[in-house]
Structures are given as C-alpha cells and as structure tokens.
Nanobody, 123 residues
Framework: VQLQASGGGLVQAGNSLRLSCSTS????????VAWFRQAPGKEREFVAS???????YYADSVKGRFTISRDNRKNTVYLQMNNLKPEDTAVYYC??????????????????WGQGTLVTVSS
C-alpha cells in the first residue's frame, strides 16, 4: 500500500490546515488509518486514528481541534487541523494498518507509511 500525504504548509497560529493522504489501494476501507507527527529532535507521536469511521482516537494535545475523517470512495484520509498552535509544528505522516484497538497509538502497529508533509505554525 503506497500512501501519498499532502496539504502541509506555513500558517499563523489560530489558523487551519487540512492534510490529505491518498492511496490507489482498493481495499483501503479495510485498514485503520492514522496520523502521526514528528517535531525536530523528538520522537514520532500519535495524533489521530480512524478504524472504519466509527472508532476514532485522538491525542489529548489535539482533541477538540483536529478531526480525522476518511472518504473510502476516494481512498483518502483527511486531518482537519483548526486553531493551530506553534507546538503543532512537525512533519505529519499518515499510516495504514490493521492494529487492534488498544494498539492504534503505536507506530509499530502500522505497516504502511506516507512520505510526510511539513506543517509549520508561526506565532
């Protein structure tokens, strides 16, 4: 499964961005999809995950500001990011896999990764 992430950029704090991650994989709907991010000098961390659209998890740091969604007809997952903060600055990665629910927050649970898209939030 090849994933292509896009939508990153430079924004001011308080503004919004929407990231997209697409694939040509026709069985995309069967996968749990997730977003992770990695800031300079830090480990990759969980942001949000979506398992079949009825089971979504968010990191506490983004809850209420970010929304993960998917369009299985387009084989695309989105991350709508509102009220962005400078601490949201990172390279954002999309991932796909079939983790059990309790493992959705771990990078090791995902088999497929996009190339990353840089989000920079200025204060």
């Amino acid at each position: 499964v090849q994933l292509q992430a896009s939508g990153g950029g430079l924004v001011q704090a308080g503004n919004s961005l929407r990231l997209s991650c697409s694939t040509s994989e026709n069985t995309f709907s069967r996968y749990t999809v997730a977003w992770f991010r990695q800031a300079p000098g830090k480990e990759r961390e969980f942001v949000a995950s979506d398992k079949w659209s009825d089971n979504k998890y968010y990191a506490d740091s983004v809850k209420g500001r970010f929304t993960i969604s998917r369009d299985n007809r387009k084989n695309t997952v989105y991350l709508q990011m509102n009220n962005l903060k400078p601490e949201d600055t990172a390279v954002y990665y999309c991932a796909a896999g079939r983790p059990i629910s309790s493992s959705q927050r771990y990078t090791s649970a995902y088999n497929y990764w996009g190339q990353g898209t840089l989000v920079t939030v200025s204060s």
